[in-house]
């Protein structure tokens, strides 16, 4: 199954996919948390933000886009209302998340069965919901962690063993921000000695820090690498990594996707905004430089349904 806030839907529903993108990161972070502990929303914010987001939605949509991840965690203000809206008038499936929900700040004082206890409140959060709306029962659909650059930090490393005790318990995919190669490796270590599953762990912005030995290693282990920040500045260098994961025979383990925050870009830019430039201008810019559609449309389609599929 996979989990979007209009309910479950099949691997074949999935279809195009945007696996990594920010609806509106929220930065009142007290907002943010309200919104996943009290489910107290801003019916005002909601629709200025909707009447915002919506055409954005809509462009995508006729664009090709079917489906798409929610990468802000609670911290970051996920709305689950608002993506509801959203998702019902757009048509198109959005993938909610649970996952970093709390300041950093609380391990300082509150280090005890830190793990145990954040593992059973995500599991909470997928077993009763994150939140019912309009008798639909939302889901997570992946567990979103964030981690600060530098060596693994104590609070790091205790929401990582969380994360997999909670996919031990549900399955939940893992989606991890990670921008250091350095620190994907000690994430790596961690892995393998807590005995993780490997192909429900997704390293998003993998080639931010390009280390192809340490993306070898990913590889071996059966890792996900999120290649997510195909930003409209950047197409060739993304589009010479798919080259190389298809010469090298792994593209059936990416994950494509821009990493743009939709309510800042059109804030920015108004209908300029380039949210659905992957489908208007990068695909066709892969397909220009001799990367078969078939691939790439397994890659924008299959590849996700798989990764976010338990
Ligand atoms: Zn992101």
């Given at each position: 199954?996979?989990?979007?806030?209009?309910?479950?839907?099949?691997?074949?529903?999935?279809?195009?996919?945007?696996?990594?993108?920010?609806?509106?990161?929220?930065?009142?972070?007290?907002?943010?948390?309200?919104?996943?502990f009290?489910?107290?929303?801003?019916?005002?914010k909601?629709?200025?933000?909707?009447?915002?987001?919506?055409?954005?939605?809509?462009?995508?949509?006729?664009?090709?886009?079917?489906?798409?991840?929610?990468?802000?965690?609670p911290?970051?203000?996920?709305?689950?209302?608002?993506?509801?809206?959203?998702?019902?008038?757009?048509?198109?499936n959005?993938?909610?998340?649970?996952?970093?929900?709390l300041?950093?700040?609380?391990y300082?004082?509150?280090?005890?069965?830190?793990?145990?206890?954040?593992?059973?409140?995500?599991?909470?959060?997928?077993?009763?919901?994150?939140?019912t709306?309009?008798?639909?029962?939302?889901?997570?659909?992946?567990?979103?962690?964030?981690?600060d650059?530098?060596?693994?930090?104590?609070?790091?490393?205790?929401?990582?063993?969380?994360?997999?005790m909670?996919?031990?318990?549900?399955?939940?995919?893992i989606h991890?921000?990670?921008?250091e190669?350095?620190?994907?490796?000690?994430?790596?270590?961690?892995?393998?000695?807590?005995?993780?599953?490997?192909?429900?762990f997704?390293?998003?912005?993998?080639?931010?820090d390009?280390n192809?030995?340490?993306?070898?290693?990913a590889?071996?282990?059966?890792?996900?690498?999120?290649?997510?920040?195909?930003?409209?500045?950047?197409?060739?260098?993304?589009?010479?990594?798919?080259?190389?994961?298809?010469k090298?025979?792994?593209e059936?383990?990416?994950?494509?996707?821009?990493?743009?925050?939709?309510?800042?870009?059109v804030?920015?830019?108004?209908?300029?905004?380039?949210?659905?430039?992957?489908?208007?201008?990068?695909?066709p810019?892969?397909?220009?430089?001799?990367?078969?559609?078939?691939?790439?449309?397994?890659?924008?389609?299959?590849?996700?349904?798989?990764?976010y599929?338990f």
């Amino acid at each position: 199954m996979i989990y979007t806030v209009n309910g479950t839907i099949t691997k074949d529903e999935m279809k195009a996919t945007l696996s990594h993108e920010h609806f509106k990161w929220e930065n009142d972070e007290t907002y943010g948390i309200q919104l996943y502990f009290d489910k107290k929303y801003d019916d005002e914010k909601i629709e200025e933000t909707l009447d915002k987001l919506l055409p954005v939605l809509q462009k995508l949509y006729d664009s090709g886009c079917r489906t798409i991840v929610e990468a802000s965690p609670p911290i970051g203000g996920q709305d689950l209302k608002l993506l509801k809206k959203l998702s019902s008038a757009s048509k198109i499936n959005i993938i909610p998340c649970t996952g970093h929900n709390l300041t950093k700040y609380v391990y300082r004082i509150h280090n005890e069965n830190f793990a145990e206890q954040l593992a059973e409140q995500w599991i909470k959060d997928f077993e009763f919901g994150l939140d019912t709306i309009d008798g639909v029962t939302i889901k997570p659909g992946h567990l979103k962690l964030l981690l600060d650059r530098g060596k693994l930090s104590d609070v790091d490393r205790e929401m990582l063993r969380a994360a997999i005790m909670t996919n031990k318990k549900t399955g939940l995919p893992i989606h991890c921000h990670i921008l250091e190669s350095a620190l994907a490796e000690e994430v790596m270590d961690l892995l393998e000695k807590e005995g993780a599953d490997f192909g429900k762990f997704l390293w998003a912005h993998t080639i931010k820090d390009k280390n192809d030995a340490v993306i070898k290693r990913a590889l071996r282990l059966g890792i996900w690498l999120g290649i997510d920040m195909i930003k409209t500045d950047a197409y060739e260098y993304n589009m010479n990594f798919i080259k190389e994961g298809i010469k090298c025979g792994f593209e059936n383990r990416i994950l494509l996707s821009q990493d743009y925050d939709f309510f800042e870009e059109v804030t920015d830019n108004g209908a300029n905004h380039p949210c659905a430039a992957f489908f208007t201008d990068f695909i066709p810019y892969c397909i220009n430089s001799g990367i078969s559609s078939d691939v790439l449309e397994r890659i924008i389609s299959k590849n996700p349904a798989e990764f976010y599929d338990f």
